[in-house]
């Protein structure tokens, strides 16, 4: 409107997703001018058309206005200083523009520095040297000078960027990045943000499942048409990282302080010994310290794994664990637990990973002798970390070693009750140590992110070679052992059951003992923030000789080798599941679902089932149980029985995270039968829209309103609310500042603008607010022409 000023925010070209920058705020000065337009001077006409970048023209037809603005006094504008205009050489006796002049780089800057703002914003300036290392889902910038201006009209530019032996496009190892206008998420693309004379700075996009590693730079250049593209090599590379500060990434981490313990801290706590005499020794990571980054990008292409799978965390940690060991693939480190290391160094001397991985690197792949497992568990949490991937060593105490995939710790003795030595292959470790790395895992169901088992001690081989994991903690301490990788071995490691076995004298074994609370104690980890041992047993299972610990172990071992371990039920006539009436429960009001329990024989049904609520992301990683009941059951023969399960807002108000999703898990077991029960539903809870009416007549050219309505669900006040609308064809993409919402409040923006291209339209609205997500709106417009 006439002699108002609209306050728009922008983000942050580097670090463009939450909290990676702060925002910038751009004052514009929205007004009509009566009176003619003031002839531009000839030599200004002429400067312009030599350096475009220095003096551009300026366009004062924009209509888009919002009535619901913040207002704010604009500084007063600095004087702009121009810069001198080059002067072209004459040739023949007349001057030559400089766009006759073949557009070709002269330099490129990384802005590599480790205090830079690339190296500070990707969380990379710890790491060793000044070379360009950056995370992945996240904008980078770089200059780029040339010989004359840049001209965006005529010349183009395109950047390279090329990994392994045979870069394919198709598989990611071979990227190229356009220069386009606007960047946008999830992709690779450049853009333009500043230009003097003849260098421009550009800001780099890529997706947040971009191939991790080393890539070279290539930059391709054209000035018309028919001309021959250039390409510069400038010999300069980057390093691409996982990214656990973006949440596209699967290996983001929401925890910051989280973040810092398990991919920045360098040092650590690893702990040894028995469950009663626990001790601890300092192990120093080093993975930002010389050279090591170098030692870990050269332990993935030792590895047979194609640089496309580099893109996948489950391949890159599935590979890290085969590598670290030596047994089958020349990895880094030998096992020996024979007690003689003379042709080496004894695993108990060694306190770092860093001279460990520098000399495996200054060998080119010349095992190091020795290791056991703490020194593995070491050398896995520094690669892991070094490449972006939040991990943490982890000591399980009486750590039990299944080698016949029974699921159970077997020991056997015979007619005299003397023990088989032949047989009693299965073993119990003092203690053992492996790794927890955090991911999403979308190729699991739900509920299976988070935390993730995997070992590099070689003890039992995975699809032929000794590695094992990820295994999803989630799914060890249910005892889904169906689910990849490995997960079997470390559900036996951590809750076996030990049984005891005596041969008949018919040669036949018959089970005479059962111990169940003989392995899995005191799982060990470094806390957050202090050097304080953490105790997360209960992440691996429940507590022990609860109901839930035994149905997660009698459901593990009917995917062993011996199913008939434990009694089978007597009958399966039992069912549960899980009823969302409508369109299900809404965000700010109670969450009511119900459980239906069915009873399908002619006898009485008694059972307690034990349900758990978590708040879980989109990616299927539970962040935390918010609720738990017992609810007994009892049901006559043939009864089906309706429970009203109720999750009340205040149990879940300030424990939501992205896409508001939950997970109600129940398990039971019936009492006549031993039958388990067992079900596992996902729900969301669902935000209002965005209520856009549009106002007026739709015309080409012609200026029209709509009207955007928002209702706060919570009662709570909802902070720093944004509005981010965009219409193709109707309006250009811009943000309005809303500021605080009450809760329960109503809040309205009337939108102004002028259809530029007739036909069926879509005006979108979507809130920001970092308390509510997922809350947006259309609105279909037919644009007639004029």
Request: aromatic content about 8%.
């Amino acid at each position: 409107m006439p002699g108002e000023r609209l306050t728009v925010r922008s983000s942050s070209e580097i670090g463009r997703f939450p909290g990676a920058a702060p925002p910038i705020r751009v004052e514009l000065t929205i007004q009509s001018e009566v009176g003619k337009k003031q002839e531009e001077k000839g030599c200004r006409r002429w400067f312009r058309k030599i350096c475009p970048c220095c003096c551009k023209r300026q366009n004062s037809e924009s209509y888009d206005i919002t009535d619901k603005v913040e207002f704010t006094k604009p500084p007063t504008p600095s004087p702009i200083t121009m810069p001198e205009p080059a002067k072209p050489k004459p040739e023949n006796g007349e001057m030559k523009e400089f766009g006759d002049v073949k557009l070709s780089v002269c330099s490129v800057d990384l802005l590599s520095s480790k205090s830079g703002p690339n190296r500070t914003e990707h969380h990379t300036d710890l790491y060793h040297g000044d070379e360009l290392i950056i995370r992945r889902g996240q904008a980078f910038q770089m200059e780029i000078e040339f010989n004359r201006p840049f001209s965006p009209d005529t010349d183009k530019m395109h950047l390279e960027l090329k990994t392994g032996p045979l870069p394919i496009v198709s598989k990611g190892t071979h990227v190229i990045i356009p220069l386009v206008e606007h960047l946008e998420d999830e992709r690779w693309e450049a853009k333009v943000t500043e230009q003097t004379c003849n260098k421009v700075k550009l800001s780099v996009n890529s997706p947040a499942n971009a191939v991790i590693g080393l890539f070279g730079l290539t930059v391709t250049t054209q000035s018309a048409k028919d001309e021959e593209p250039t390409v510069h090599n400038p010999s300069k590379d980057i390093v691409i990282l996982f990214n656990p500060w973006c949440e596209e990434d699967t290996v983001f981490l929401d925890d910051e302080e989280q973040r810092k313990e398990y991919v920045l801290n360098d040092t650590g706590r690893i702990y040894y010994g028995t469950e009663k005499q626990i001790g601890a020794r300092t192990w120093n990571f080093g993975q930002f310290h010389e050279g090591i980054l170098d030692a870990c990008l050269f332990i993935l292409e030792k590895s047979d794994m194609p640089p496309s799978g580099r893109g996948d965390p489950v391949n890159v940690v599935r590979v890290v664990s085969a590598m670290i060991n030596a047994q089958d693939d020349y990895g880094v480190l030998v096992g020996n637990w024979s007690g003689n290391y003379s042709d080496g160094i004894s695993p108990a001397a060694w306190s770092s990973s860093v001279e460990i991985l520098r000399k495996y690197h200054s060998s080119t792949g010349v095992p190091v002798r020795y290791g056991q497992c703490w020194v593995f568990s070491g050398v896995t949490t520094t690669v892991l970390r070094c490449l972006g991937i939040p991990a943490r060593s982890v000591t399980n105490f009486q750590s039990a070693h299944d080698t016949d995939v029974s699921l159970t710790t077997d020991v056997y003795f015979d007619e005299n009750m003397e023990p088989i030595e032949h047989l009693n292959s299965d073993s119990v470790w003092n203690f053992h140590v492996w790794n927890d790395c955090w991911m999403a895992r979308p190729d699991l169901p739900p509920g299976n992110g988070g935390w993730q088992a995997v070992d590099s001690t070689p003890q039992e081989t995975s699809l032929g070679t000794f590695r094992c994991g990820p295994a999803s903690v989630n799914a060890i301490r249910s005892g889904h052992v169906y689910l990849k990788h490995d997960t079997p071995f470390v559900f036996a490691e951590v809750n076996s059951d030990k049984i005891y076995w005596q041969r008949n004298l018919d040669g036949t074994f018959g089970q005479i003992y059962s111990e169940k609370k003989a392995v899995g104690h005191c799982i060990s980890t470094k806390a957050v923030g202090s050097d304080e041992r953490d105790d997360i047993t209960h992440l691996y299972k429940h507590p022990e000789e609860s109901e839930e610990e035994r149905i997660a172990v009698e459901t593990a071992c009917r995917y062993g080798s011996k199913p008939d371990v434990y009694c089978t039920p007597a009958a399966e006539d039992v069912s549960v599941e899980v009823k969302i009436d409508g369109e299900g429960p809404r965000m700010g009001n109670d969450a009511k679902l119900s459980i239906v329990v069915k009873n399908q024989s002619s006898q009485p049904r008694q059972t307690t089932l034990h349900s758990q609520v978590a708040v879980m992301y989109y990616t299927g990683i539970l962040k935390n149980a918010i609720k738990k009941d017992k609810i007994p059951v009892e049901l006559l023969p043939n009864e089906e029985k309706i429970i009203e399960w109720v999750l009340p807002y205040q149990h879940y108000q300030n424990q939501l995270v992205d896409q508001a999703a939950l997970m109600l898990t129940l398990s039971g077991r019936v009492s006549e039968t031993k039958q388990v029960l067992a079900n596992q539903t996902t729900f969301r809870l669902r935000t209002p829209d965005l209520q856009i009416t549009p106002l007026g007549e739709a015309v080409v050219g012609k200026a029209m309103s709509a009207k955007i309505t928002f209702t706060n669900p919570l009662s709570r006040v909802l902070k720093d609310v944004v509005f981010r609308v965009e219409g193709l064809g109707l309006q250009k993409g811009h943000e309005v500042v809303i500021g605080d919402v009450g809760g329960q409040a109503t809040v309205t923006v009337t939108e102004h603008f002028i259809p530029t291209q007739p036909g069926p339209r879509k005006l979108v609205a979507s809130l920001d607010c970092k308390q509510l997500t997922q809350v947006h709106g259309v609105a279909d417009i037919m644009v007639n022409e004029q």
